[in-house]
């Protein structure tokens, strides 16, 4: 009997259901599983992390910008505060359409394309969620214009900020230096946060030297801001802390009377308190004004500066190089008579020139017609070359560095400015290295009156000067007389000691007494026809200087030569010499003013007389010299 099977499509439609539905059921538990494990994670394990990006989307950070400190004179004259300004300022993150947005403002407010240009670098140097200066001082007539559109630019405001401002001028440039925009090369060497609301840094002169305590620290405001990035409501905030105030040495008032003794003339005048190492002057001419980089110069005027033959841009204070003329010879005369190589009485005659043994060449002195019998308070009261070739040869080059180094020649002084060079005092091993040549007798002569490859700056001329007056018990130049915190302390520095060797106290006298002689009947009173230092109302040692820049082959010096080949003219003097106040060193390019600047600057400071009266007084006093000096033309 063959068995007939019964087949039951619905049962197996069934089973086949059913099975999907378990399989699908598991699938949802392992889905709801998955689900309540990541609301797990994010709820309980990752609940601190979730608040405070919560936080952030309601609440912001915006960085608070630091007082800049002040910088003063030493008299308390303000040299550099902040002023008030509003300016424009853009939120990158907060603009849908930078491009967009510029071109609109750029149109509205007719802004200079030297404005978009600088916008264009500071975005490098900035987070898109800071505010970046468009315009730093909104006129009037663009405030109104973009107050009336403000709806159509979301992420721009106007912000009340504070502008950098030289009262001084081009007088106090060189000392006081300026800030401008900073870039991405100066970012990495500050701390990039301190400087995230900042966009001006220090670039010269004390500026950029006391940069990071005169900045400050940043502060942060928290706030609630709208999708428009309008602030709805403060929060908090951290306040920034202030830069330290500065005082400096430098006297105002007498920098403005040693700028206006120029002229207009080239030249550099540094003056120093012998006591304390305090520079009181610091003048380069011509000089240029801070305030055209502090809102950022345009390049047409920027080029006119770089491109001016006079070079008002470098800071010839401390960047000049210079021979030192005859103002090298009280050095000299002091190392002969220490190392017993001459004696106060030791003389020789000048015929008016001198000659190696065995040698034509001709070594003339200033005067064709000689100086007679010469000892070395004359030779230094008269600047007689002939003596000073015959001492040099006695002195040899190796004592000759010797000295110069010994009151800091060709090395830097180390005052508060990066800027500073070294002069350059020559030896045979450096003229092999840099020359490929050995070093010659003729080397040594020119070297013996101040030319030839040895250079200095007119700071370093200074700090050797104001060594001399206080006989080797100086002190380090330094610009920086004190600090204040933003707490109300101060910082006061204590001068610092320059290094000396012990020289004789005979050695001294006889040099200060050869100064002193030159001021009141000698080269330093008249020479070449040109008013010098005068007689004062004050003791005063110093020395003439007289520098070649073309060479005349032995011909007479001739005024009628282009004044761009003409000799600069040198001057360094102390007073009063038996408690000295003032040490000056001056350097005039292609004039023979010198000893008249610094008469100018010296009476200023110890009589404080009118300056019309002085140059009155000095001109009756040189016209008495000019009929007794038979040697002047």
């Not at 428009?228 to 040495?249: E, M, Q, R, T």
């Not at 841009?313 to 005369?333: C, D, E, Q």
């Not at 101060?490 to 020289?503: E, G, K, S, Y």
């Not at 600069?568 to 009063?576: E, G, H, Q, T």
Request: net charge neutral; charged share 20%.
């Amino acid at each position: 009997m063959v068995r007939q099977l019964y087949f039951n499509p619905a049962k197996r439609e069934d089973q086949r259901f059913a099975k999907r539905v378990k399989w699908l059921g598991i699938a949802l538990a392992c889905l709801v599983l998955l689900l309540v494990s990541r609301l797990f994670y994010l709820q309980i394990l990752q609940h601190d992390y979730y608040q405070t990006q919560a936080s952030k989307n309601q609440a912001n950070l915006l960085a608070i910008e630091p007082s800049r400190g002040l910088i003063y004179d030493r008299n308390g004259i303000i040299l550099a505060d902040n002023v008030p300004v509003f300016s424009l300022s853009i939120t990158r993150d907060q603009t849908p359409n930078l491009a967009n947005t510029l071109n609109q403002l750029q149109s509205l407010l007719a802004l200079k394309d030297r404005e978009m240009q600088l916008f264009k670098e500071d975005i490098k140097n900035h987070p898109r969620f800071a505010p970046i200066p468009l315009i730093d001082h909104l006129s009037q007539e663009q405030m109104a214009k973009f107050m009336i559109n403000q709806y159509r630019f979301p992420g721009v405001s106007i912000k009340t900020e504070f502008m950098r401002r030289y009262p001084l001028g081009p007088a106090m440039a060189p000392v006081v230096g300026y800030i401008g925009r900073i870039n991405s090369k100066e970012l990495k060497h500050v701390d990039p946060a301190n400087y995230s609301a900042s966009t001006n840094i220090g670039k010269i002169g004390a500026e950029r030297y006391f940069e990071t305590t005169l900045h400050g620290h940043i502060g942060y405001l928290q706030v609630q801001m709208d999708a428009s990035g309008h602030i709805l409501k403060h929060l908090g905030a951290i306040a920034p802390v202030s830069g330290d105030n500065f005082y400096l040495s430098i006297d105002s008032r007498l920098q403005q009377v040693a700028c206006k003794a120029f002229s207009g003339a080239r030249g550099s005048l540094v003056a120093i308190d012998p006591n304390s190492g305090q520079i009181l002057a610091l003048v380069s001419s011509p000089s240029f004004d801070p305030n055209l980089f502090v809102e950022g110069i345009d390049s047409k005027t920027y080029r006119s500066l770089q491109n001016n033959p006079d070079f008002p841009l470098v800071n010839r204070a401390v960047r000049g190089l210079f021979p030192f003329g005859s103002t090298i010879k009280p050095f000299y005369a002091l190392a002969g008579l220490n190392s017993g190589v001459i004696s106060p009485d030791y003389s020789i005659f000048d015929p008016g020139y001198f000659k190696l043994p065995n040698n034509e060449h001709i070594y003339h002195d200033w005067r064709r017609s000689g100086h007679g019998l010469v000892n070395v308070s004359k030779a230094i009261e008269e600047s007689c070359d002939t003596f000073f070739f015959e001492l040099s040869l006695k002195l040899g080059m190796t004592r000759m560095v010797d000295v110069l180094n010994t009151f800091g020649f060709g090395k830097k002084t180390g005052i508060e400015n990066f800027e500073e060079i070294s002069g350059l005092v020559p030896t045979p091993a450096w003229k092999q290295r840099t020359k490929q040549q050995m070093w010659f007798t003729g080397d040594t002569l020119a070297a013996g009156i101040g030319q030839g490859y040895l250079l200095t700056t007119p700071i370093e001329l200074a700090q050797g000067v104001s060594l001399l007056a206080m006989q080797g018990g100086g002190f380090k130049p330094t610009l920086l007389l004190k600090q204040q915190a933003p707490n109300g302390d101060w910082l006061q520095t204590a001068p610092i000691r320059f290094p000396m060797h012990d020289f004789k106290a005979e050695a001294w006298a006889t040099v200060i007494g050869g100064m002193r002689q030159s001021i009141s009947v000698g080269t330093g009173s008249y020479h070449f026809g040109q008013a010098q230092f005068g007689k004062p109302l004050y003791t005063a040692a110093g020395k003439t200087g007289s520098a070649q820049v073309y060479n005349l082959n032995n011909k007479r010096y001739n005024k009628a030569i282009r004044k761009d080949l003409r000799d600069n003219s040198l001057f360094i003097v102390f007073a009063p010499i038996d408690h000295p106040k003032i040490a000056i060193a001056v350097v005039v390019e292609h004039e023979e003013t010198a000893g008249f600047i610094a008469r100018q600057v010296a009476d200023y400071y110890l009589l404080h007389s009118d300056s019309t009266a002085i140059m009155m007084k000095n001109e009756e006093a040189n016209e008495d010299n000019t009929a007794n000096d038979d040697e002047n033309e």
